[in-house]
Nanobody, 114 residues
Framework: QAQLVESGGGLVQPGGSLRLSCAAS????????MRWYRQAPGEGREFVAG????????NYADSVKGRFTISRDNAMNTVYLEMHSLKPEDTAVYYC???????WGQGTQVTVSA
């Protein structure tokens, strides 16, 4: 059974950093284009970052460019989201997604607040 499990969320002050992880199982991870999305309270789910199956290509939402970095470790079946210079508007539940099979994790909460 395919599964994506996010971790690493929490409460951080503005300007702080967090590293999210998403562990995959039950499918061939290295074949998948992986993405991070987020959903703020009362808002729709929005794209944050994506990474190709070999890790060689990445793309980002304009709102996070220069602050967030997506990476993956195919040997560990894990995708990461490194977040720096966090702002209150980054507060959301963050989800990872396996694009082709459209698998989703349960999400991890990130709260940026003083």
């Amino acid at each position: 059974q395919a599964q994506l499990v996010e971790s690493g969320g929490g409460l951080v002050q503005p300007g702080g950093s967090l590293r999210l992880s998403c562990a995959a199982s039950g499918f061939i991870f290295e074949h998948e284009y992986m993405r991070w999305y987020r959903q703020a309270p009362g808002e729709g789910r929005e794209f944050v970052a994506g990474i190709g199956n070999s890790g060689g290509s990445t793309n980002y939402a304009d709102s996070v460019k220069g602050r967030f970095t997506i990476s993956r470790d195919n040997a560990m079946n894990t995708v990461y989201l490194e977040m720096h210079s966090l702002k209150p508007e980054d507060t959301a539940v963050y989800y990872c997604n396996a694009f082709v099979r459209n698998y989703w994790g349960q999400g991890t909460q990130v709260t940026v607040s003083a």
